[in-house]
Structures are given as C-alpha cells and as structure tokens.
C-alpha cells in the first residue's frame, strides 16, 4: 500500500489551470484525486482538523468532489486512530490508506 502526492506542471495549457496536484493510493487497486490549487487549501484544511482530532475511534472530518474529471473521485478524510484517506469513483470504486497516529 501506498500514498503519493505529486504535482504536475503542463506547459501547453493556460497558466491558470497549468499546475495540478494528484493524491494517490495503490493498494491492489490504484486510484487518483486531482486538485487545482485553488482546491489546496481545502486539503490542508481538511488534513489539519483531521491531525487536530484523531482519537480512539474514526470520525469523517469532510469530504472534496474532483472539478474537472470525466470520472468524478471523492476524497473523503476522517479521524480516528490516525488520519484515513479514501478515495471513490464509480469506474474504479474506492480505495482507502491509512496513516497511523501522526
């Protein structure tokens, strides 16, 4: 299992939509969430009150939809015994890791 943030810089489109980021989880499966950097702060936000309120059980500290996919992904992150990350779309389905108690 793995978590990859990556961003990707494309020359050959307008500067405004030029820079993305992806998060990824491989399990078996693999699957992706892209963000504009407009929608960054919105992570970061989500990933600090997650960080902010892990506890013994898991609780949803909210969820992002994709903007501009074919295929819309979900990224839902909650808290608990460390920070969960799940991502979900209908083509191909969910995968979820795990970061334990950070």
Do not use: Y
Not at 11 to 16: I, K
Not at 27 to 37: C, E, G, H, V, Y
Not at 65 to 77: N, P, Q, R, Y
Not at 79 to 90: D, T
Request: proline share 3%; charged share 20%; aromatic share 8%.
């Amino acid at each position: 299992m793995e978590l990859d943030f990556v961003t990707v810089l494309d020359t050959d489109v307008e500067a405004s939509k030029s820079k993305v980021a992806l998060l990824g989880i491989a399990t078996p499966l693999r699957s992706s969430f892209s963000f504009r950097p407009a929608e960054w702060l919105s992570l970061i936000d989500l990933w600090s009150k997650a960080v902010k309120a892990q506890s013994d059980s898991w609780k949803v500290i909210g969820s992002m939809a994709e903007t501009e996919a074919s295929d819309v992904s979900h990224l839902t992150i909650s808290a608990g015994p460390g920070v969960k990350f799940v991502i979900s779309s209908f083509q191909k389905g969910t995968v979820t890791f795990v970061l334990s108690k950070v």
